[in-house]
Every structure is written in C-alpha cells, then in structure tokens.
C-alpha cells in the first residue's frame, strides 16, 4: 500500500462499488471524487477531518480497483437473484 490508512477506508471503497450495481449515481460520484483528490493533489480523509497533501496514478487506482471489486460482488449477486 502506497499509503498506509485505516482499513475502514478500503471498507467503504469496496460498499461504494457494491451499491453502485443498484444506484449507477453512486458510483458516478465516488469514481468523480476520486479523480478530483487526484486532480488536486490531496487524500481526504473524510471521517478524521483531514486533507493531506500528496496523491499518485498508484493510489488512485488502488481506490477504484476497491470500488471495481465491490461493483463486481454486487453484480454476482445481482445475477444469482
């Protein structure tokens, strides 16, 4: 990991994409916030009340992989319904 943060954080990147599968908006969002830290240059940390300097292409990509494996559980189980 590129930087080291609470597990909770992947836990909500992986919830983020798991509820997309039923509302697309939410993950619109989460995958528009994303890119925005990026843009910017900052990680938020939204649960401590702190913005950090400093964001890669890396981390980024880990966040939407987390929310990409959340969607993927979601339409698995979308599917078996």
């Known amino acids: 990991m590129i930087y080291e943060r ?3 954080y992947a836990l909500s990147h ?3 994409g798991f509820t997309a599968v ?3 908006w939410v993950g619109i969002l989460a995958v528009a916030y ?3 830290q990026l843009a910017f240059n900052v990680r938020v940390f ?3 009340g702190r913005i950090l300097p400093g964001n890669t292409w890396h981390h980024t990509a880990l966040k ?3 929310m990409g494996l959340g969607y993927a559980i979601g339409r698995l189980i979308k ?3």
């Open 34 to 36: 994303q890119v925005l």
């Open 22 to 24: 039923w509302f697309p």
């Open 64 to 66: 939407l992989a987390e």
């Open 79 to 81: 599917l078996k319904r």
């Open 14 to 16: 992986i919830f983020f």
């Open 6 to 8: 609470p597990h909770y």
């Open 46 to 48: 939204p649960l401590e």
